[in-house]
């Protein structure tokens, strides 16, 4: 007697089974692509003008409706002063060595503004690591 292969039958079944099954458009053909915010509205990928950090982020100005990333120049603050005073207490007052933080932008103060307006929108205090939304009055 002769034995069957009980795998043998199956392979062509699934073969056949498998080419019967209909399988779905790729979701790009069957569903809308993603819809703009309207004029005024921020998107969900902007970060809130009170969560800027040092680093410039996608924004949505209030003034004229820009939506991207934002300008990023970095100023002067208080940690670039107390570390100007620390070197110059050290004793790093050779060839202005306690001057050397005016060179370092990661000591300075980081003010986002607008590429289109440029609207002042936040800027980010590093003494106080904290974002200070609008103009300071």
């Known amino acids: 007697m002769a034995k069957v292969d009980?795998?043998?039958?199956?392979?062509?079944?699934?073969?056949?089974?498998q080419q019967t099954r209909e399988v779905p458009p790729p979701p790009y053909i069957s569903q809308e692509p993603p819809k703009a915010p309207p004029p005024g509205v921020a998107s969900p990928n902007t970060v809130p003008l009170d969560h800027l950090g040092a680093e410039s982020s996608n924004v949505h100005c209030p003034e004229c409706g820009y939506t991207g990333p934002s300008e990023v120049k970095h100023k002067v603050g208080g940690a670039t002063i107390l570390?100007?005073?620390?070197?110059?207490?050290?004793?790093?007052?050779?060839?202005?060595?306690?001057?050397?933080?005016?060179?370092?932008?990661?000591l300075k103060d980081a003010e986002h503004r607008c590429?289109?307006?440029r609207n002042e929108l936040a800027t980010y205090a590093r003494l106080e690591r904290r974002t200070m939304t609008g103009r300071p009055h």
């Open 83 to 106: 570390s100007i005073a620390g070197l110059f207490f050290l004793g790093c007052t050779v060839f202005g060595c306690c001057l050397l933080p005016l060179c370092i932008s990661g």
């Open 6 to 17: 009980e795998a043998g039958p199956a392979a062509p079944k699934y073969e056949a089974e």
């Open 115 to 117: 590429p289109r307006c």
